[in-house]
């Protein structure tokens, strides 16, 4: 369990700095599906089965797909130099660690209390169910949520005549 | 012993991550994948405080799969709106769009 | 289960819908304005079926993560009363930019349901769904002028931003959740009303601070407004401008009214900064803009100032103050753009400048810029000065002579920027000669927005009564 856990948090950590840095988008591109799939390891940890496989499904299955499908679409000039930073680079790396640094501290500093002793109820079936009975309205609407998304993307994507 | 905090400190680290990608980057598809950084770091905290906090419910995992999709959506739209702009202008930087002044 | 509880929703949803579908079945209904004529009877029809919805008692849908209070019920009359204001601007205004003009009546249906969605989450997944339904529709809204390339960017400005900040928001939700194990805004308030405070509480405050100000425009979360209010169509920024704000005044009533109450300590302060801000870059940024659009952009920026002064005196006077103040501005803001939507389809322009002569080539517009433009001042025969008037002394009353000493001279700052609009359009000549063709929509739209401007200001009496009802009921 820790080992896995050093291992996964090692990898996701590591990829999504590779992402950050590398100034080859496909390159970051595929780092971060690498990563993706680390946070997948990530949840089977936590016993979140049935999110793992959502996160390599949509995550890396589309997400990441779909990511690199834009790069290669809109390539301009060298791939090599694709992925470069902007002008705010000192500011953009002053505020991350700032915030992590005051996150941190927040963290390490709350106590939460030990754990309830409850075992956990069936992953699949109480997801569905919240879906489903309690969240009805949300599930509803992210359904024409996307309806909008796919909408949009034709609206806009489709070549005027 | 691997505790809650762990998961917290990671996922702070990613989210971190994210917001300096989102900062600093030219492209705009990479400020995309910035984004999904942070939402990949909410999630992982969601995860965590339902399987140390509250695991009777599975409220925090229902929570991130509702931002999975949304993140779905998002990247789908914010793609498309890129390739239009990119067929038009043919650019992909952020600072190049200046016809409107931030 | 409670059906009439989702009765406005499933409405809109279904109108939209069909609208798309009559779209595929029939090519004129899109190319042609058939969609937008059924689209403002069927929000009519809403309009007159929501008078009927129960309002005085608090209504549930399946459990209490969906509530219909008469708080929620007026946001919704509200958000449908702009959503059939925006649709009539948009009939005449969109012909010259797409051939597609059925999705666009369908789409603001969906936005209309997100804001919907939004005045009735008592839960936070819900609220977040909601929020983002709106979002994305009105991304899509704004980029719909596709050969105008300031629409793209506009477009995608407000998508990247709105996604930065909801990531915000939903790294504060999920601090929250922790702290609580919950979501609705119930349990949450029961846990926090006992619990203590911890410093990942102050960075949910923070956080969810930042994501729901971004949605009001609250200084510092407000640079895309002017971008995206310039590079978007007029009508919907419109709708930007009052649904889109009025829906995210309705989440930060239920979240710092609700939820936080017990923590007033700790974002009262962070609030009052953000607002002396709000007030200051709004009110001195409009005094340099050249942009008709940008200076509204930057004039409702210094209103969510006004607005929040009721959010800090946080009393039931201040919540209604609010309410009262959400309708005056609906109505100068709608007279407002409807006068530029008229400016840009005979003259093709939104500048400021190109306002001058006005008079001469069309009285009636003129009339209606000056009934909106004097609202918004707060100037006395029109609403907007008992919006105001409301406003200050309550914040006054509880305690806050400073803040609202401040904001009474920046409104005479805003005054002297408005008359300065005024007097382009009243003086000056132009080189447009022949008359100004209003199309009879937008004629109507001015006209009722004019008159309901007048009319709130002079007989305000039933107006603030329901305000005063709704916030009665909601504390």
């Known amino acids: ?161 | 012993m691997i505790g809650l905090s762990h998961y917290l400190l990671v996922a702070a680290a990613l989210f971190c991550i994210g917001v300096y990608s989102v900062i600093t980057k030219k492209n705009a598809i990479a400020v995309l994948m910035g984004i999904e950084f942070m939402l990949n770091a909410i999630n992982i905290n969601l995860v965590a405080f339902n399987h140390f906090m509250a695991p009777s419910q599975v409220i925090g995992q229902v929570f991130a799969i509702f931002i999975i999709g949304v993140a779905a959506a998002e990247v789908s739209l914010g793609l498309a709106i890129i390739l239009s702009l990119y067929r038009q202008r043919h650019l992909v930087a952020i600072d190049e769009m200046d016809i409107l002044k931030w | 289960m409670n059906i009439s509880a989702v009765s406005l929703e499933l409405a809109s949803l279904s109108l939209g819908l069909l609208t798309i579908i009559l779209g595929l079945i029939f090519p004129s209904f899109r190319s042609k304005n058939t969609g937008g004529y059924l689209a403002i009877m069927g929000l009519i029809s809403m309009l007159i079926g929501s008078l009927y919805l129960p309002a005085s008692n608090t209504q549930t849908f399946i459990n209490t993560f969906y509530v219909q209070d008469s708080l929620a019920l007026f946001f919704k009359q509200l958000f449908i009363v702009v959503a059939i204001f925006v649709n009539a601007m948009s009939l005449r205004y969109l012909k010259p930019y797409t051939k597609n003009r059925g999705d666009y009546f369908a789409l603001t249906f969906f936005a209309l349901t997100g804001m919907m969605i939004m005045a009735s989450a008592a839960e936070f997944i819900t609220l977040y769904i909601g929020l983002e339904l709106m979002t994305f529709t009105f991304v899509l809204l704004t980029t719909y002028k596709k050969q105008d390339l300031k629409s793209g960017e506009a477009g995608l400005k407000y998508l990247l931003l709105s996604a930065i900040s909801s990531g915000v928001l939903l790294y504060g939700l999920s601090l929250i959740y922790g702290l609580t194990g919950k979501l609705d805004f119930s349990a949450i308030s029961t846990v926090f009303s006992i619990g203590s405070v911890s410093p990942l509480l102050v960075w949910a405050i923070i956080m969810v601070l930042s994501g729901l100000g971004f949605k009001i425009a609250l200084v510092p979360f407000h640079m895309w407004t002017p971008d995206v209010y310039e590079g978007a169509p007029t009508p919907i920024t419109a709708f930007l401008a009052v649904g889109s704000k009025a829906a995210g005044f309705v989440a930060f009533i239920r979240v710092f009214f609700h939820v936080f109450a017990p923590f007033t300590s700790i974002f009262m302060p962070l609030l009052i900064t953000l607002t002396v801000l709000t007030l200051l870059i709004g009110n001195l940024i409009a005094l340099a803009q050249t942009h008709l659009k940008r200076f509204l952009a930057y004039s409702s920026i210094a209103h969510v100032g006004y607005i929040l002064l009721g959010v800090i005196a946080y009393s039931k006077l201040g919540l209604s103050a609010i309410l009262f103040y959400l309708m005056l501005y609906l109505f100068a803001n709608i007279g407002a753009f409807a006068g530029v939507t008229a400016l840009v389809i005979n003259t093709g322009h939104d500048r400021i400048s190109d306002l001058a002569g006005l008079w001469k080539c069309s009285p009636f517009l003129s009339v209606i810029f000056l009934i909106s433009l004097l609202s918004l001042a707060g100037i006395p025969p029109t609403a907007g000065f008992i919006g105001k008037f409301y406003l200050f002394t309550e914040a006054i009353h509880q305690g806050y002579l400073w803040l609202a000493a401040l904001a009474l001279g920046l409104s005479l700052v805003a005054v002297y920027y408005y008359l300065m609009v005024i007097r382009t359009l009243l003086s000056g000549t132009s080189e447009e000669t022949q008359p100004f063709i209003i199309p009879f929509s937008l004629r109507l739209v001015m006209i009722v927005s004019a008159a309901m401007t007048i009319g709130i200001g002079i007989w305000p009496g039933p107006f603030t009564d329901l305000a005063l009802n709704i916030a009665q009921s909601f504390y």
């Open chain 1, 1 to 161: 369990m820790i080992i896995l856990f050093y291992l996964f948090s090692a990898i996701l950590l590591a990829f999504a700095l590779g992402t950050v840095i590398s100034t080859n988008l496909i390159h970051s591109a595929l780092l971060m599906m690498g990563s993706f799939f680390a946070v997948a390891g990530l949840y089977l940890l936590l016993q979140a089965d049935y999110l793992a496989m959502v996160q390599i499904l949509v995550y890396v299955g589309a997400i990441a797909i779909l990511l690199v499908f834009g790069v290669m679409l809109t390539r301009k000039g060298s791939i090599e130099e694709s992925n470069l930073p902007n002008r705010y680079k000192t500011i953009g790396l002053v505020t991350a660690l700032g915030l992590f640094g005051l996150l941190a501290r927040s963290i390490t500093y709350t106590r939460f209390p030990s754990p309830p002793l409850e075992s956990p109820p069936q992953n699949i079936i109480a997801i569905a169910q919240a879906f489903l009975l309690q969240y009805i309205v949300a599930f509803e609407a992210l359904g024409i949520l996307l309806l909008i998304a796919i909408l949009g993307a034709i609206l806009i994507g489709k070549e005027p005549k």
